[in-house]
């Protein structure tokens, strides 16, 4: 059984920076694909960006690009996400979500069923 735990979430003004952590409890694996969502309340959860075992970063959002980055430490299963140059439109519960297979990343919420229970982050002055 997998459990992710998000922390690092907050409030911020606009033009500050985060950075969001994801610890994953997984029985050993051959690799993995994990990855960080967004979702605000009454919108589909959007994907941020993945990073599987053997690729490392392998999707990031256009809406994110230049701004945040994620990285992994496949050692210890922990997944960041760097937050910079926060807008309000970040506004939103960030999750971390889990596959199995390393093969699968992707931005789409449906390929996973393995979740945190999200952290929240609120850009606001």
């Known amino acids: 059984q997998v459990n992710l735990v998000e922390t690092g979430g907050g409030k911020v003004q606009p033009g500050g920076n985060l950075t969001l952590s994801c610890t994953a409890s997984v029985p050993s694996s051959e690799g993995s694909c994990m990855a960080w969502f967004r979702q605000v309340i009454g919108k589909e959860r959007e994907g941020v960006a993945t990073?599987?075992?053997?690729?490392?970063?392998?999707f990031v959002a256009d809406s994110v690009k230049g701004r945040f980055a994620v990285s992994r430490n496949n050692a210890k299963n922990f997944l960041f996400l760097e937050m910079n140059d926060l807008k309000p439109e970040d506004s939103a519960m960030y999750f971390c979500?889990?596959?199995?297979?390393?093969?699968?990343?992707?931005?789409?919420?449906?390929?996973?069923?393995?979740w945190g229970q999200g952290t929240q982050v609120t850009v606001s002055s």
């Open positions: 990073s599987n075992t053997w690729e490392g970063v392998k």
């Open positions: 979500a889990y596959d199995h297979d390393w093969r699968r990343c992707s931005l789409l919420a449906e390929r996973y069923n393995i």
